[in-house]
């Protein structure tokens, strides 16, 4: 049981990465910000039962800590290593960034 939790959670988790990074690049409590948050709900209830682990009542505590914690790992990402901002101190890449040289 233990096993079958562990990788719900871990599910749980990486799906949700995703849909935090689409989350962090729209206004909050508009309607892309509720279909990024909800959207993974559908893919999280299918595999709960795929598994066979929707009856057992304290997988939904890590479930739940897992989901948010996905979401805030997504927005983390977002912010840290994709931020598209010319003035982002950040050590990845960017190819939209263009640096004045002086003569």
Same mark, same amino acid.
């Given at each position: 049981?233990?096993?079958? !939790?562990?990788?719900?959670?871990?599910? =749980?988790? =990486?799906?949700?990465?995703?849909?935090?990074?689409?989350? +962090?690049?729209?206004?909050?409590?508009?309607?892309? &910000?509720? !279909? *990024?948050?909800? =959207?993974?709900?559908? #893919?999280?209830?299918?595999?709960?039962?795929?598994?066979?682990?929707? =009856?057992? &009542? *304290?997988? *939904?505590? /890590?479930?739940?800590?897992?989901? /948010?914690?996905? %979401? $805030? #790992?997504?927005?983390?990402? @977002?912010? $840290?290593?994709?931020?598209?901002? +010319?003035? +982002?101190?950040?050590?990845? *890449?960017?190819? %939209?960034? %263009?640096?004045? %040289? @002086?003569?």
């Amino acid at each position: 049981m233990f096993l079958l !939790i562990s990788i719900l959670s871990l599910f =749980t988790f =990486t799906i949700n990465i995703p849909f935090g990074m689409l989350r +962090a690049g729209v206004k909050k409590f508009s309607l892309l &910000w509720f !279909i *990024y948050i909800h =959207t993974p709900v559908i #893919f999280i209830i299918l595999f709960r039962r795929l598994i066979n682990v929707d =009856t057992i &009542w *304290y997988s *939904y505590i /890590f479930t739940i800590v897992f989901f /948010f914690t996905g %979401q $805030r #790992f997504g927005v983390f990402l @977002k912010n $840290r290593f994709f931020n598209n901002s +010319a003035n +982002a101190s950040c050590s990845v *890449y960017n190819p %939209q960034h %263009q640096v004045d %040289q @002086k003569d």
